[in-house]
């Protein structure tokens, strides 16, 4: 069993919940998602009640600035422009979307790609 849970203590998240896999609601309305885990995980440990908000994406750093959320998480990119305003923590995600082609392709090179043709 973890902390047990202070009473009154509430960690408050803002998230944009339309972000699969991060962030959405299952068919009962229930938040769901990576982050939704991990929020879940960081409440736990420090033995508070997790309490989620679900806004726009655009709202969420205002949000944190002016105090009605104790945390974001919402997928959200550290860019050097939010830096400005928030404190990022280490990253927990990192994403290696790649594009892919036949094996036979041989393209090593942004050139070999020129008058490619199937
Ligand atoms: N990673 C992108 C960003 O930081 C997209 C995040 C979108 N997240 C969301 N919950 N809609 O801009």
Redesign the pocket.
């Known amino acids: 069993e973890k902390a047990e849970k202070a009473d009154g203590k509430v960690l408050k998240m803002a998230?944009?919940?339309?972000?699969p896999p991060?962030?959405s609601y299952d068919k009962e309305g229930n938040f769901v998602g990576f982050?939704i885990e991990v929020a879940q995980a960081i409440a736990d440990e420090l033995g508070y009640e997790l309490e989620i908000q679900d806004m726009s994406?655009d709202g969420l750093i205002g949000a944190l600035q002016s105090g009605r959320v104790d945390m974001v998480m919402?997928?959200?990119?550290a860019?050097e422009e939010?830096k400005q305003n928030v404190d990022f923590s280490e990253p927990y995600h990192r994403s290696g979307e790649m594009f892919i082609m036949k094996k036979d392709a041989d393209i090593n090179s942004l050139e070999d790609l020129k008058g490619l043709t199937v």
């Open positions: 998230t944009s919940a339309d972000f991060f962030e982050d994406f919402s997928g959200m990119s860019t939010r």
